[in-house]
């Protein structure tokens, strides 16, 4: 249960009381507007037609965004509340598949007993129905498609889960500890961590995508979300037994991966994380990297949990944050 209590950790919400940072800045050659829902944690997006889905873990609702700007929600209320140690649970993640919205749905809240739709994914047919295509996960934090069939992010079970319509599934890969460097730990806490001393925590796969017949995976890295822990991983996408090739490392706690229409990575890191105060506000970031070069660009920057990127053209591109924010990027036209 390690790997949920981190998870759990790593996304807790901070609600708006908490206070926001500094306004985030995007990088020279992009323009920035952000939108608030106060009150809301915004997690999940992804793009419907012309419409924008998002997920709020603080109602268990979906709301779709169009032209006009508005948020209106929509569906069934999903699930939500807080867990065992206080932090947040509901609706992750909600995809167009088909004639169906698929959602990710987190575990049961501490103050309700175990329903249908918890620990799932969900299907909500035309006729606003809901249909559970498989609840045999721990917590699946986000999922792709592709043809049909599902890769799913099991974060508390540390791994990657393909699974068919029907609900069949099989585990494509499970992702071992992370051992820490003895140097870094020691200035986390001279007196507990020794030269001799050695350190590993749970992987806790968050951010998943597909991209020339690879599967890419972000592991944000357990407790005590060190610096420069973090890593992007990808594996063919038909499997096999050869350990996943690690492509970036050096990241705080990345929690989405996405590539943009010209081919960059982009990472979504959630921020930098101190004991006392937890992930520290403005922390989080948005990078473009070349895999070719491993060249790195800041594209945005002074962001506080944020949580989820979709690119939704060649120019544009949504982050959402838990303290209720959209913030929407987009690449100047050049001259």
Do not use: C
């Not at 926001?20 to 952000?34: C, F, M, N, Q, S």
């Not at 608030?36 to 997920?55: C, F, H, N, Q, Y």
Request: net charge negative; charged share 20%.
């Amino acid at each position: 249960m390690r790997s949920l209590r981190t998870l759990i950790i790593a996304i807790g919400l901070v609600f708006l009381a908490a206070g926001a940072a500094a306004d985030p800045v995007a990088a020279p050659g992009y323009r920035l507007e952000t939108v608030s829902k106060p009150g809301a944690a915004l997690s999940g997006l992804s793009r419907d037609g012309e419409g924008l889905l998002v997920t709020d873990l603080a109602s268990g609702r979906l709301y779709r965004r169009e032209a006009d700007g508005e948020l209106v929600a929509f569906g069934p209320v999903f699930p939500h509340g807080l867990d065992v140690i206080g932090d947040p649970t509901g609706p992750y993640r909600v995809v167009r598949v088909g004639d169906s919205l698929v959602v990710a749905q987190g575990w049961t809240p501490v103050d309700a007993g175990e329903g249908p739709l918890d620990h799932a994914l969900v299907a909500i047919g035309e006729d606003g129905n809901t249909r559970v295509i498989s609840s045999d996960f721990w917590n699946p934090f986000d999922f792709t498609v592709s043809n049909g069939t599902y890769y799913v992010i099991d974060s508390a079970r540390n791994s990657v889960e393909r699974m068919q319509a029907d609900g069949r599934k099989q585990t494509l890969m499970t992702f071992r500890r992370l051992k820490q460097e003895t140097t870094a730990l020691q200035q986390l806490s001279p007196t507990e961590f020794t030269e001799e001393s050695s350190y590993e925590v749970d992987a806790v796969p968050t951010g998943i995508t597909l991209r020339d017949g690879r599967i890419h995976v972000a592991l944000f890295g357990g407790f005590p979300f060190l610096d420069g822990a973090g890593k992007v991983v990808s594996a063919p996408e038909t499997g096999g037994t050869a350990p996943p090739q690690v492509d970036v490392e050096g990241l705080n706690a990345p929690v989405a991966i996405a590539f943009d229409t010209d081919g960059g990575m982009l990472v979504l890191e959630h921020g930098r994380y101190n004991q006392r105060e937890g992930f520290l506000k403005g922390s989080g970031r948005l990078l473009k990297i070349d895999k070719a070069t491993a060249a790195r660009q800041t594209i945005l920057e002074g962001l506080t949990r944020p949580v989820s990127v979709l690119v939704w053209d060649e120019r544009r591109l949504v982050v959402s944050e838990l303290a209720g924010n959209l913030h929407f990027l987009t690449r100047k036209a050049t001259p």
